[in-house]
Nanobody
Framework: QVELVESGGGSVQSGGSLRLSCEFSGRDFRRDCLGWFRQAPGKGREGVAA???????AYADSVKGRFTISMDNAKNTLYLQMTNLTPEDTAMYHCEIDTTRQMTAAQGLYAMGTYGMDYRGKGTLVTISS
């Protein structure tokens, strides 16, 4: 059974940094497209960053140069390093995975911002104060 559990969220001031973690289990995720999406109160999904099985990465324009996605295969953990945070980054952050469609990173980023992928965690809350 596939399971994803996020952690690392919190409250920081504008300009600060956070590193989110997503521990996953249940399959060999190296064949899949994984990523992070966020959802602010009252708003829809926004795909933030995606990593595909070829190692390609895609970022939303809103986070390019500030966020970095990475994966530690030995620990079965996906990370999102976030720097220079602003109040506009306040949201619930979820990790998500596609296990069936062999998506590229760009496709995964689009999917996370629209119809979603196959599995997702419950999320970790990030709050940025000005």
């Amino acid at each position: 059974q596939v399971e994803l559990v996020e952690s690392g969220g919190g409250s920081v001031q504008s300009g600060g940094s956070l590193r989110l973690s997503c521990e996953f289990s249940g399959r060999d995720f190296r064949r899949d497209c994984l990523g992070w999406f966020r959802q602010a109160p009252g708003k829809g999904r926004e795909g933030v960053a995606a990593l595909d099985s070829a190692g390609e990465i895609a970022y939303a324009d809103s986070v390019k140069g500030r966020f970095t996605i990475s994966m530690d295969n030995a620990k079965n953990t996906l990370y999102l390093q976030m720097t220079n945070l602003t109040p506009e980054d306040t949201a619930m952050y979820h990790c998500e995975i596609d296990t069936t469609r062999q998506m590229t990173a760009a496709q995964g980023l689009y999917a996370m911002g629209t119809y979603g992928m196959d599995y997702r965690g419950k999320g970790t809350l990030v709050t940025i104060s000005s």
